[in-house]
Nanobody, 120 residues
């Protein structure tokens, strides 16, 4: 059973940066696409970014393009989300997810989430 554990969330001022990490329990995840999603209070979960298994293709929500960057280190079975120029509207619980198939990705495995709070 694949397990995903996020870390790196916290409280940051607007304009600041955070880097989230998502560590996977199984090496098979190195063959999966990975994604980051977020859910703000009272809102539905939304897509943030995705990366293919090789790390050669990335996808971003319009709201984070140019500010966030997704990457992966398959040797460490870890995916990262570098978040720069953070805004209060980025406040949410951030989840990583793993998709075994090819694009369009269907995410079968989810982490427990990490809270990101951006103060104004």
């Amino acid at each position: 059973q694949v397990q995903l554990v996020e870390s790196g969330g916290g409280l940051v001022q607007a304009g600041g940066s955070l880097r989230l990490s998502c560590a996977a329990s199984e090496r098979v995840v190195t063959t999966y696409a990975m994604g980051w999603f977020r859910q703000a209070p009272g809102k539905e979960r939304e897509f943030v970014a995705a990366i293919n298994w090789l790390g050669s293709l990335t996808y971003y929500a319009d709201s984070v393009k140019g500010r966030f960057a997704i990457s992966r280190d398959n040797a460490l079975i870890t995916v990262y989300l570098q978040m720069n120029s953070l805004k209060p509207e980025d406040t949410a619980v951030y989840y990583c997810a793993a998709a075994p198939g090819s694009y369009p990705y269907i995410y079968d495995y989810w982490g427990q989430g990490t809270q990101v709070t951006v103060s104004s």
